[in-house]
């Protein structure tokens, strides 16, 4: 089933123009954040009847939100800004402003481990909550221009998957000290990725969606 919702607002707040959203996160049935133009950032704690807005505190486009518990929320934004709220998205602070490049997503595996990826193949790491950020490399890529990274998704600490511009599926299976281009032949950008621990969606430009299978060490003996 696919409904529709009308944004309610809190009552203090009125919006002059409707705001282009770009991101969703719910951490239960319950506790959801949405984001997009202008750092905006509206939270939800009955499921969506009811939306409260925060301003970020810049006016960047947030990309991606990302809930690891009910008060702990991290974001990216469009000019390469690292958010996180340690209240569920009302007050919002910056980890990281990473100069001149594009974040697209962002995904935590735990208090501690998260990565973000954004324009030219541009892949951070931060194994200590998101005070101090390392670049990772996407490996054996050929084209001629460096790929835009649009999603990112964790199996585990060891296990992720990021997509991208020209067909880009890399993996890697040691925490990114090794990013891996998988090879394909999907010819697409691919905008978005999330899945389980046994099976990852990616959809992408032009309608195409792809499921990718999670092989273990056993099934590849």
Known sequence: YIGSMTLSYAEEF?????????AVDFFDNTSGIIAGYSGSVLTTTDGGKNWEFHYIGSNELIRRVDYIDKNNVWAVGHQGSIYYSNNGGKNWRIKKKITGVYLRDIEFVDANNGWVVGHNANIWHTKDG????????LLNFNGRDLPRLHG?????????????????????E??????YVSPHNIETTWLSIDGTDDVVYVVGLDGNVATLKIVNEAERK
């Open 14 to 22: 009125r919006r002059f123009w409707p705001d282009n959203l770009f």
């Open 130 to 137: 998101g005070e101090s950020w390392e670049q990772q490399e």
């Open 152 to 172: 990112i998704h964790a199996i585990n600490l060891d296990q992720l998957i990021l997509v991208g511009e020209f067909g880009v599926i890399a993996h890697t």
């Open 174 to 179: 040691n925490g990114g000290k090794d990013w």
